[in-house]
């Protein structure tokens, strides 16, 4: 009897000790993945554009949609402006837990498609760059996303070639769900 009782402990201790650094896991993953799962839901906001000295105002949507049962994000986006045109981009979010930083995957109608390194400077503001070439020249993107409150996002990009600013873009966004 003594032996079924000491296999049963030794059982115990082992699922409480595989609880607990699954618990652990969890505990050090998520803050970065918890705080991405704060983007879920539909956004808009008026928003501004500076793009080569020219200015444009536009609506710009946001949709975040969880993905691989909540270990990611997919994110559509759109506008639609006289001068611009219409654009449609889809984007694919996750938490690498080899690098521990946020890859956020985009391509769009208008010839865009790269990938943005991110981090979390606090639990309220989002940081990701994208670098590459383009046109021979080094492109990077760097783009802020600040949490306001739980409904209210404000988004800042800037883009340069060879360090020189080309593109800016500011938007206050409010989740409509």
């Known amino acids: 009897m003594s032996k079924k009782i000491k296999c049963g402990l030794a059982a115990l201790v082992t699922m409480f000790a595989m609880f607990c650094a699954n618990a652990q896991d969890q505990a050090t993953k998520p803050n970065a993945l918890l705080n991405l799962m704060r983007f879920e839901g539909q956004w808009e906001a008026p928003t501004t554009m500076v793009l080569e000295g020219k ?10 949609k969880k993905t691989a049962d909540g270990s990611g994000l997919s994110m559509e986006e759109w506008f ?17 837990g080899n690098d521990e930083k946020i890859h956020w995957f985009s391509v769009d109608n208008f010839g865009t498609s790269h990938e943005h390194i991110g981090v979390w400077k606090t639990n309220d503001h989002f940081y990701m760059q994208a670098n590459e070439k383009q046109q ?3 492109f990077v993107e760097n783009i802020n996303m600040v949490f306001k409150s739980n409904d209210l996002l404000e988004l800042t990009l800037t883009a340069s070639l060879d360090g020189n600013e080309f ?10 769900k």
């Open 167 to 176: 593109e800016k873009v500011s938007g206050l966004f409010q989740r409509k």
């Open 80 to 96: 639609s402006s006289p001068e611009l045109g219409t654009l449609k981009g889809s984007n694919l979010i996750g938490y690498n």
């Open 136 to 138: 021979s020249k080094k």
């Open 55 to 64: 200015t444009y105002l536009f609506t710009y949507y946001l949709e975040f």
